[in-house]
């Protein structure tokens, strides 16, 4: 029979935990009014009501990530992105063709059509990148053409401010300090539920998050768990896809003759020396 707390214990963190509370934390049409007055506090006449997601799903094939679009009455689209902490300027293509797809669909909900001579009205983007690591020498602004096309004038740009860590008490600021404690209960706990119910107490007793936290607290653990190890399915991807590529250098190295089964098994590691055989063959016969 199988312990229920050791069983427990071993149910896995989602790796995608993160990701998770911060969409689900600005659901809250209350969250969501305070994020917007942090990026805008010279907006009085902001309300709940003036403020709609228009998050797209799924934008990219890669869904590990999330991406929170905001419209501001009918003249501003705020599209905030988080960056995790790992760094990485491709955040500037999801960028692109998030805001492409952002505005495709608003020209549909406002039924305004791209082939007629009328010019049609779109709200003003603001693009913010949400960074949950450390700054260090990082950037404020990302730009496209700097990172991609080394500062060249391109017919297509895309500019994103970067958020850090900054000490201001406001809601941004204590959603990367929740992560931050996260990534230090996952370094003391590994992805378990110990990690993830450390992070929830800390954070409480520390006032991050604390209203959110307290109130959803079930939610939230339940958000952040998973009885699937995802980050065992993204290694073994990873391997799928190594293996492949061995496999066609393989064959190549077959067909060029030069090298004895033998030696190829020295260079392509993944593959055993029966899957060789059967990948001669199949060159083989295909000659």
């Given amino acids: 029979m199988i312990d229920d707390t050791k069983q427990r214990q071993e149910v896995k963190a989602k790796r995608t ?50 991406d929170l679009g905001i419209m501001a009455g009918n003249n501003r689209l705020l599209l905030l992105l988080e960056a995790q902490s790992s760094w990485t300027v491709n955040i500037l293509i999801r960028i692109l063709l998030y805001l492409a797809q952002s505005y495709h669909e608003y020209f549909e909900r406002t039924s305004q059509s791209l082939y007629k001579s009328k010019k049609v009205k779109m709200p003003k983007p603001e693009l913010y990148v949400i960074y949950t690591g450390n700054k260090g020498r990082k950037p404020d602004t990302i730009s496209l053409s700097q990172e991609f096309f080394g500062g060249a004038d391109i017919d297509i ?26 990534n230090e209960q996952i370094k003391e706990h590994g992805m378990t539920k110990q990690a993830v119910t450390e992070t929830i107490r800390i954070c409480k007793d520390r006032n991050i998050l604390k209203q959110y936290l307290s109130s959803k607290e079930v939610e939230v653990v339940t958000i952040m768990m998973s009885l699937f190890d995802d980050e065992q399915i993204m290694r073994t991807y ?28 020295d260079c392509v590691s993944s593959l055993s020396f029966e899957e060789l055989k059967e990948l001669e063959a199949e060159v083989m016969q295909l000659a």
């Avoid at 958020?163 to 201001?168: F, H, L, R």
């Avoid at 896809?241 to 098994?265: C, D, S, V, Y």
């Fill in 17 to 66: 935990a993160k990701n998770s509370v911060f969409l689900d934390l600005f659901q809250d049409k209350k969250n969501l009014l305070e994020l917007y007055k942090t990026l805008h506090p010279e907006d009085a006449d902001a309300t709940e009501d003036t403020l709609d997601i228009v998050t797209i799903d799924n934008v990219l094939t890669d869904n590990l990530y999330n």
């Fill in 157 to 182: 740009e895309i500019k994103a401010k970067v958020i850090y860590e900054s000490g201001k008490d406001n809601i941004i600021n204590e959603y990367i300090v929740f992560c931050k404690v996260f």
């Fill in 238 to 265: 990873a391997k799928d896809i190594e293996k492949e590529t061995e496999r066609k250098t393989a064959k190549q190295m077959i067909r060029n003759g030069k090298m004895t089964l033998e030696e190829i098994a």
